[in-house]
């Protein structure tokens, strides 16, 4: 009777995000194209959606056929812990059924919508206004020969 009840208790315990599951296939190549997205260079970013790759706001290049950038585009940064990746969408917006992208302003990815600010600085991306409860939906990303691979984890 008591391992049935331990069975019960693990059940449903990942974390689901409220920003659905979309495809992500980013690819930074940092001897290549961008050269100076480099670990050093603390928050440093790059985003990626329907209107290509963007390093620190500027147009560097376009998608290809094989990008997928996630639901609202892929954030792509250079935190304290190193590179990261998240989802752009505002996971609190996301749970009300809008596609809302965050923007970039400094260490904080913000919502426009609802005001949400994410601090992308510590690597976690976790809300800061305590209007959303859950961190941007993260993302693999593996780096190899100067190039960083972005994936769904």
């Known amino acids: 009777m008591g391992l049935a009840c331990l069975f019960t208790a693990c059940e449903n315990t990942t974390f689901r995000s409220s920003v659905p599951t979309y495809p992500v296939h980013v690819v930074v190549d940092t001897k290549a194209v961008f050269v100076d997205f480099l670990p050093e260079n603390t928050n440093a970013y790059i985003t990626v959606n329907t209107e ?58 913000v919502c426009p919508h609802c005001g ?28 190899s020969d100067g190039r960083l691979t972005v994936t769904q984890k």
């Open 52 to 109: 290509g790759y963007k390093e620190n706001g500027q147009f560097i290049k376009a998608l290809t056929i094989e990008d997928a950038y996630g639901y609202a585009g892929v954030l792509v940064y250079v935190s304290l812990n190193g590179y990261v990746a998240f989802d752009l969408a505002c996971p609190y917006c996301a749970s009300k059924g809008m596609k809302i992208p965050c923007e970039m302003n400094g260490i904080h990815a």
């Open 116 to 143: 949400e600010k994410y601090e992308v600085g510590s690597g976690y991306a976790t809300p800061q206004k305590g209007i959303s409860h859950e961190a941007l939906r993260a993302y693999n990303i593996m780096s």
